[in-house]
């Protein structure tokens, strides 16, 4: 028979288990707004200096620019920045981006460029210094919310990487937010720049809001239009140099809103993965129940059968 007391025990621990999972949830879901509101926030400075790049970029088309960071060479070492998380519970969201980096690594091993890698977050750190992989320099203990001096710290390391020729090409591996309960991880070359497909950048905000209450998510279009410079503007500067100046200033913008995508996906996925884990608590507690329920009927069963039984042998 069934111990009850082990019953009981166990129920109450899936309850205070499911207590605490229910409160990462609803922390989480707070910290997925405040990614929203950082987005939203840093848009107009990234809309403003995609328009000024544009121009100046139709203004210099025809002109010989020669600027370090737009100067492609011959590939033969590739850094790989790689964003994951400090802290785990969040689903497979880590094991997703560092089965993307090995999935490169041997695309590049197969090409017979050497790579480096250059780690944000603990769990890829941990993961690849286990393996004894090249990695160059290591970012812990970040924000979870990510901050403009945190990307520049990121950024300025990855600038003197590529203009001291330690590598040819920087790629930058993270999880691209898609939906609360989607994301995609993605592949994108930070250095050299290019800008190819500013005149289509119709990008998206995501907006967490409730409904019934449930979470969802709503992706809003924002088409910026791309207006030319007028011919007739005259530089106090030459553009080539206004160009050089604002160039980094692209590369950190960049490089935050892809710390701020992954940051949303991070938390997306941990605020799924505890909602999993609550619901799972619930369906635990009910079994559990049902099991009590019966064992507790069988003991009290079994006391009558005892109780008639003595009473028949007197």
Same mark, same amino acid.
């Given at each position: 028979?069934?111990?009850?007391?082990?019953?009981?025990?166990?129920?109450?621990?899936?309850?205070?288990?499911?207590?605490? $999972?229910?409160?990462?949830?609803?922390?989480?879901?707070?910290?997925?707004?405040?990614?929203? /509101?950082?987005?939203?926030? $840093?848009?107009?400075?990234?809309?403003?200096?995609?328009?000024?790049?544009?121009?100046?970029?139709?203004?210099?088309?025809?002109?010989?620019?020669?600027?370090?960071?737009?100067?492609?060479?011959?590939?033969?070492?590739?850094?790989?920045?790689?964003?994951?998380?400090?802290?785990?519970?969040?689903?497979?969201?880590?094991?997703?981006?560092?089965?993307?980096?090995?999935?490169?690594?041997?695309?590049?091993?197969?090409?017979?460029?050497?790579?480096?890698?250059?780690?944000?977050?603990?769990?890829?750190?941990?993961?690849?210094?286990?393996?004894?992989?090249?990695?160059?320099?290591?970012?812990?203990?970040?924000?979870?919310?990510?901050?403009?001096?945190? #990307?520049?710290?990121?950024?300025?390391?990855?600038?003197?990487?590529?203009?001291?020729?330690?590598?040819?090409?920087?790629?930058?591996?993270?999880?691209?937010?898609?939906?609360?309960?989607?994301?995609?991880?993605?592949?994108?070359?930070?250095?050299?720049?290019?800008?190819?497909?500013?005149?289509?950048?119709?990008?998206?905000?995501?907006?967490?809001?409730?409904?019934?209450?449930?979470?969802?998510? @709503?992706? @809003?279009?924002?088409?910026?239009?791309?207006?030319?410079?007028?011919?007739?503007?005259?530089?106090?500067?030459?553009?080539?140099?206004?160009?050089?100046?604002?160039?980094?200033?692209?590369?950190?913008?960049?490089?935050?809103?892809?710390?701020?995508?992954? #940051?949303?996906?991070?938390?997306?996925?941990?605020?799924?993965?505890?909602?999993?884990?609550?619901?799972?608590?619930?369906?635990?507690?009910?079994?559990? $129940?049902?099991?009590?329920?019966?064992?507790?009927?069988?003991?009290?069963?079994? /006391?009558?059968?005892?109780?008639?039984?003595?009473?028949? #042998?007197?």
């Amino acid at each position: 028979m069934p111990n009850l007391k082990a019953i009981r025990d166990r129920i109450q621990s899936v309850k205070n288990t499911r207590k605490i $999972t229910e409160a990462m949830r609803l922390v989480a879901a707070a910290k997925v707004r405040r990614a929203q /509101e950082q987005v939203t926030s $840093t848009r107009p400075f990234a809309d403003c200096l995609a328009q000024v790049l544009y121009g100046l970029q139709n203004r210099l088309q025809f002109e010989d620019v020669d600027l370090p960071l737009l100067k492609q060479r011959p590939v033969k070492n590739v850094g790989l920045l790689v964003v994951s998380s400090d802290r785990g519970l969040c689903g497979g969201y880590n094991n997703n981006i560092i089965k993307k980096v090995e999935t490169r690594v041997k695309e590049l091993q197969k090409e017979g460029v050497s790579h480096k890698l250059i780690l944000v977050g603990r769990k890829a750190t941990q993961y690849f210094e286990r393996r004894e992989a090249p990695i160059s320099q290591s970012y812990l203990g970040l924000n979870q919310i990510p901050t403009a001096p945190e #990307a520049s710290k990121i950024a300025d390391y990855l600038l003197s990487l590529f203009l001291s020729e330690g590598v040819d090409r920087i790629e930058l591996i993270y999880t691209k937010f898609v939906s609360l309960i989607s994301s995609r991880p993605v592949v994108q070359t930070l250095v050299p720049l290019s800008f190819q497909g500013l005149e289509n950048a119709d990008d998206e905000i995501f907006r967490l809001t409730t409904s019934g209450g449930e979470f969802r998510v @709503e992706r @809003e279009k924002v088409a910026k239009k791309m207006d030319s410079f007028p011919r007739d503007m005259i530089f106090e500067q030459d553009p080539a140099q206004i160009l050089d100046a604002l160039l980094p200033l692209y590369l950190n913008n960049q490089l935050l809103r892809a710390l701020q995508e992954s #940051a949303a996906s991070e938390l997306a996925a941990r605020m799924t993965a505890m909602n999993n884990a609550s619901e799972n608590a619930v369906e635990l507690v009910k079994t559990l $129940t049902r099991s009590y329920n019966k064992a507790r009927q069988a003991a009290i069963t079994q /006391e009558i059968l005892e109780v008639v039984a003595g009473a028949n #042998a007197l």
